[in-house]
């Protein structure tokens, strides 16, 4: 099997949860570290979130690395869903250690810098706002070398926005930091509304998951009970949608996924349509394609996909 090295940034965030779970239990990647940003809430808080699930996976070797305390300019907004700890209602053991003392933009510049030097490739799971990213990329542009492609979950094209009505909650906030990622010229596949609004963790597919026995799996199907967010004119169906775990899954099983290649930019500059990402999907500029968007998912085989990995975990 061909091993993918994989670097999570991420705000956990309940699906952001979801998705460390899957990929610590899936043997086609190695996690190499996992890093946190401000996002649904403060980094303080999505670092400890973080520690606390790599604990729940019993993987207290994975190196959590805290990161940006805020947005490059634009102040911080919070995520609305996600309940006090950022995690919904679930009881949780406590984290058993602290984050490294290396901060996450310095460790994903070394990691990626060096890997580049060895002629390595390392795939970047990111699916919190991209401040570390761009904070990394401004900083060294020499991470590209090191970097196999970014695989991220942002953006809304014809599904429209969530936080606005124009914009995904990760592009808006930090809008500035999305523009640079995505006119890094770095590979990137880009998981938007369009696509996760298909992964709907409705009931029949959390009581699969209760079904399964273990901790873990326990838990996610609590959160994810606390996730159902009930809004059928939005979504279709019951339930809310996963967006992060396809994240690991497109990684993983690139087969489940259907994709367009386009030209991406990021809006920054207007008030209505702050965060907004714009494609040229009919070719109306001479731009190069820079994002790969994935507009199909097969979202029984990512559902099954998760199930058997968090059986995999056991009791
Ligand atoms: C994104 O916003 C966050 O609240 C979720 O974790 C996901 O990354 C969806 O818009
Ligand atoms: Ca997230």
Redesign the pocket.
């Known amino acids: 099997m061909n091993v993918q090295r994989i670097i999570i940034d991420c705000?956990p965030?309940i699906?952001?949860a979801v998705s460390l779970l899957l990929a610590l239990a899936s043997p086609e990647v190695e996690v190499l570290g996992v890093t946190t940003v401000c996002?649904?809430i403060p980094v303080d808080a999505t670092t400890r979130n973080a520690l606390t699930i790599c604990h729940l996976a019993g993987r207290d070797d994975i190196p959590v690395y805290s990161g940006a305390v805020r947005p490059i300019l634009r102040e911080p907004i919070m995520?609305e869903f996600?309940g006090g700890s950022g995690l919904g209602n679930a009881v949780l053991e406590a984290p058993v250690r602290k984050a490294e003392v290396l901060h996450a933009v310095d460790y994903l510049v070394k990691t990626l810098v060096e890997a580049g030097e060895r002629g390595e490739k390392i795939t970047l799971c990111a699916?919190?706002p991209l401040t570390n990213l761009a904070l990394m990329i401004r900083h060294s542009p020499a991470v590209a070398k090191g970097i196999e492609r970014i695989v991220l979950?942002g953006g809304a094209f014809r599904a429209g926005g969530?936080r606005t009505r124009t914009a995904?909650?990760?592009m808006l906030a930090d809008p500035h930091a999305a523009a640079i990622v995505v006119s890094a010229g770095i590979p990137i596949t880009m998981l938007p509304?369009d696509a996760t609004y298909q992964a709907m963790a409705t009931p029949e597919r959390v009581e699969k998951i209760r079904a399964v026995p273990g901790k873990v799996a326990q838990t996610v199907a609590d959160i994810l009970t606390f996730w159902d967010r009930k809004d059928l004119k939005r979504y279709g169906s019951l339930g809310g949608p996963l967006?992060?775990p396809l994240v690991p899954a497109y990684v993983i099983r690139p087969d489940l996924f259907t994709i367009e290649s386009t030209f991406v930019e990021v809006e920054w500059r207007s008030e209505l349509c702050f965060g907004q990402t714009v494609a040229d999907w009919y070719g109306r500029t001479d731009a190069a394609h820079n994002v790969d968007v994935v507009l199909g998912v097969n979202a029984e085989g990512f559902f099954d996909l998760l199930t058997e990995r968090l059986a995999s975990y056991g009791n």
């Open positions: 705000d965030g699906d952001d996002g649904n995520a996600s699916h919190g979950m969530n995904e909650f990760n509304l967006h992060d």
